[in-house]
């Protein structure tokens, strides 16, 4: 390899110019004028290429990628078998519509998923739709579901994020920045309490038992098309509920006919140490949403289903001008074949192993920490002003931009901006983990 492949990036921070340097300074002006701010980037650095858990600006400052795109590149970036897939689709065929003429990729990414979801057996097959989004996954689970049932009700739980279009922006818990001014918002979305262990103290029986009569309150089960949940909220901080509460809610649909949709958008696709994360909890959901990781980094979502589900709708009702590319498609295969070859689901235990023990070191340290939580490659620490569970988004913002300055890509999350989580790639290895922890350890003690 040349050194000019993003292959040959060492697996190091290194900081050569002020973040954001002046190369990034020079194209952040240019974008204010022909790009919108409704269109916001959180750290305004420009990145030319990136390899692995490594992104490397247009300065020349390498920054260790904590955040993945948000839970996208989770095989690391530029994986070699995913770009070589991507590359020898390129040249073979890259649009043709699936709805046209079909091509096999589409079907191989199908069958790897109908593989994947709890509860898919011989006998209780399941069928995918491909689409582009995590938000178009969303909008098209809830179409199939209202199909289904013939019902108009949609049931979400607080500290929910579920997208951007029309539908999931009237789904998500905060109107600010997400649905605000752009309304009418759609109708027939029902909100209702989560489970969320360290402020409500419930078990998970007991958050479930709220839910549940909340929603037969203010929705009646029998209005109800499906229950719309992320296993371990993403946007909503990394909240994993309290044992019993997604099994005694898919209970619950189950007995009332309610289609149970487990938005795996931000939590699957290897990143919690199961294909699924819903596997953890011991549910089998009707249908299973996937986008953000499933194709190391190209737009793919898939909209999994039981066949039963997913039959009930009419020839050409589903689909879209782009969803399932083949290009998409083949960098699927890569990453599904990848999952295997590399071992990555353990690679998730490897993380979870190294970072939170890291993280629970600095949380005895700080008495700002109130929880370390989440499963795998995805975790997060919850900041409180010392001695209460008062969020503390001022502290959160501070040790970003603390760690942005040294190189270390973070984000924060929660409907308080009360977490910092962390998405870094199944691929990212104990001493840049270890490196992570010291650079958060040296922003706890600065910025107090
Ligand atoms: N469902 C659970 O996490 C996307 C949003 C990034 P799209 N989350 C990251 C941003 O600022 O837009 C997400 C998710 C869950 C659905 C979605 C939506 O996925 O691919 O962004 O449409």
Known sequence: ?????????????????????????????????????????????YIERAHDSIVVDVDGNRIIDVCGGIGVTTIGHTDDAVVAAATEQLNKVTHTLFTMTPYEPYVRVAEYLAKHVPGSTAEQPYKTLLMNSGAEAVENGVKIARKHTGRPGVAVLEHAYHGRTMLTSTMNHKAAPYALGYGPRASDVYKAPNSYPLHDGLSGEEAAKRT????????????????????????????????????????????????????????????????????????????????????????????TGRAEIMDKSQPGGLGGTFGGNPVSCAAAVAVFEQIEA???????????????????????????????????????????????????????????????????????????????????SLKMSDALLRDVVAVLDEAFAGCR
């Open 212 to 303: 549940i009569a909340h929603l037969e309150k203010v929705a009646g089960a029998e209005d109800l098309a499906c229950l719309v949940v992320e296993p371990i909220q993403g946007e909503g901080g990394f909240i994993v509920p309290a044992d019993g509460f997604l099994p005694a809610l898919a209970a619950w649909c189950r007995e009332n006919g309610i289609v149970f949709i487990a938005d795996e958008v931000q939590a699957g696709m290897a990143r919690t140490g199961t294909v699924f994360s819903i596997e953890q909890f011991g549910v089998e959901p009707d249908i299973v949403l996937s986008a953000k990781g499933i194709a190391g980094g190209l737009p793919l979502a898939g909209i």
């Open 342 to 424: 590399q071992n990555l689901l353990a690679e998730a235990k490897r993380i979870e192993e190294t970072f939170a023990a890291g993280l629970r070191k600095l949380q005895a340290e700080h008495d700002c920490i109130a929880e370390v939580r989440g499963m795998g490659a995805m975790l997060a620490i919850e900041l409180v002003k010392p001695g209460t569970l008062e969020p503390d988004a001022d502290l959160v913002a501070r040790v970003i931009e603390f760690a942005a300055q040294r190189g270390v890509l973070l984000l924060s999350s929660g409907v308080h901006n009360q977490a910092i989580r962390f998405l870094p």
């Open 1 to 45: 390899m040349s050194d000019s492949t993003s292959t040959s990036i060492p697996q190091e921070r290194l900081i050569v110019t002020e973040i954001p340097g002046p190369r990034s300074r020079e194209i952040h002006e240019r974008r204010r004028a022909v790009v919108p701010p409704g269109v916001h980037s959180v750290l305004p650095v």
